[in-house]
């Protein structure tokens, strides 16, 4: 493997603003000078905003309700995750669902963009979803952290993290070095016999 990613996105309609899930943001009175880059800069004066009042603005602007998984969907995205991988010759080290997210560690040959590497885990998921649940237009929230591991000791540990995510209702193991798809296993199998027979 070439490069490896950790890939996390939630599901849709699950994600609150930083506030609302308890992060503080830049909160200041006015008059007060804060430290900006090696200066200072006069911090224009902000109101107080109520998380609960974030999270349920946030809740209104959805245009479907929020998606989360059971323990039997958990297991049906995670057969597509390793699927999806299996095609693309990709390696999944590690993968944790919970009911709302998801987390893979990731190893690929070549150089695909990370953003096309959620957009085919979420997209092969998600028809699967959508065979079993009924139809949705969002499963999943629009992007995610695509976070590149680039020392194996990066890799071990997002291994690590992932191994112990907690509320994980589905996990997936090292799913090994890929191997070749069948169909074209047997293309080049026939081809080179074709090869021996001239």
């Known amino acids: 493997m070439e490069h490896c990613w950790l890939l996390?996105?939630?599901?849709?309609?699950?994600?609150?603003p930083d506030a609302a899930r308890g992060g503080t943001g830049e909160v200041a009175a006015a008059g007060r000078?804060?430290?900006?880059?090696?200066?200072?800069?006069?911090?224009?004066?902000?109101?107080?905003?109520?998380?609960?009042?974030r999270a349920a603005a946030?809740?209104?602007?959805?245009?479907?309700?929020?998606?989360?998984f059971s323990r039997r969907d958990a297991e049906m995205v995670v057969v597509e995750f390793r699927e999806t991988a299996r095609i693309r010759r990709w390696r999944i080290f590690a993968g944790a669902v919970t009911p709302t997210r998801v987390h893979l560690v990731v190893g690929v040959a070549d150089d695909p963009p990370a953003s096309g590497l959620l957009r085919d885990f979420k997209s092969y998921a998600s028809r699967a979803l959508n065979a079993d649940r009924g139809f949705r237009r969002r499963w999943w929230t629009r992007s995610g952290s695509t976070r590149p591991l680039r020392v194996e000791g990066q890799i071990l540990a997002a291994i690590e993290w992932v191994q112990k995510c907690p509320e994980t209702i589905a996990r997936i193991a090292d799913t090994g070095e890929p191997q070749e798809p069948a169909a074209r296993a047997t293309e080049r199998q026939s081809d080179g016999e074709g090869e021996r027979r001239r």
Request: charged residues 25%; without cysteine.
């Open 58 to 68: 946030a809740r209104r602007m959805l245009a479907e309700p929020p998606a989360s």
């Open 8 to 16: 996390t996105w939630s599901t849709y309609g699950t994600w609150v």
């Open 33 to 53: 000078r804060a430290a900006r880059g090696h200066g200072t800069a006069e911090m224009p004066e902000r109101s107080f905003v109520d998380p609960r009042e």
